[in-house]
């Protein structure tokens, strides 16, 4: 059981690129996230997903897009990346009748110079 | 991820002290307060958490404090290990929400002296 699969795990981008961070779930959970996770401030969320065709934004949604085709993938898109964007991402699945549990990957760090 | 915490608290403990973990939040219409941990290098985990209207709840080796009066939460680990070696961090689920939409507070980082 792989559980949440993130990939890349490590990423350097230019001013301006866009790039799509992956990430998968084989638990069949329902609800999936995006964090960011930067020094001294925990972890912040970007979108999140409470099922299959249906994303909305969290505390820190801009020049970011995400959709939700399957149960299983969540990507997240950078669109135009700015060196603002340099952070440790992590996604994260749970299941619908858990409130508190959640389940992450192992991040990606991605740098954007 | 490795280097985030730069500028987060530490607590140093002596392995097989116990160790408290305090915790200030500010959403009095949270209706859990949760515990994570986070080994360097690995994705959050969770620990344990507490509904509103509760005070207090254990779990292995560990106890959940919730002070609603002001505020305060705290995780308590007994007999602490190497392996308890971390960032802690507490957070709490807005309302009547899923786990979708956790909120996370500034974390801890608990060392553990041999």
């Known amino acids: 059981n792989a559980g949440v699969t993130q990939t890349p795990k490590f990423q350097v981008l230019k001013t301006g690129q866009s790039m799509t961070l992956q990430c998968a779930q084989d638990?069949?959970?329902?609800?999936m996230s995006w964090y960011r996770q930067d020094p001294g401030m925990g972890l912040r969320l970007i979108h999140y997903s409470v099922g299959a065709g249906i994303t909305d934004q969290g505390e820190v949604p801009n020049g970011y897009n995400v959709s939700r085709s399957t149960t299983e993938d969540f990507p997240l898109r950078l669109l135009s990346a700015a060196p603002s964007q340099t952070s440790v991402y992590f996604c994260?699945?749970?299941?619908?009748?858990?409130?508190?549990?959640?389940?992450f990957g192992q991040g990606t760090r991605l740098t954007v110079v | 991820g490795e280097s985030v915490g730069l500028h987060l608290p530490t607590l140093s403990v002596q392995e097989g002290d116990n160790s408290i973990i305090n915790c200030a939040y500010s959403?009095?219409?949270?209706?859990?307060f949760i515990w994570y941990k986070q080994e360097s290098g690995k994705g959050p985990q969770f620990i344990i958490d507490i509904r509103s209207n509760m005070d207090k709840r254990q779990g292995q080796r560990v106890t959940v404090l919730l002070n609603k009066t002001v505020k305060h939460l705290s995780l308590q680990i007994a007999a602490t290990q190497p392996g308890d070696s971390a960032v802690y961090f507490c957070a709490e689920l807005p309302g009547y929400s899923s786990a979708s939409k956790i909120i996370f507070g500034s974390g801890t980082r608990l060392s553990i002296r041999p």
């Open positions: 959403n009095s219409a949270s209706d859990y």
């Open positions: 638990m069949n959970h329902e609800y």
């Open positions: 994260a699945s749970s299941y619908r009748r858990s409130n508190t549990e959640a389940f």
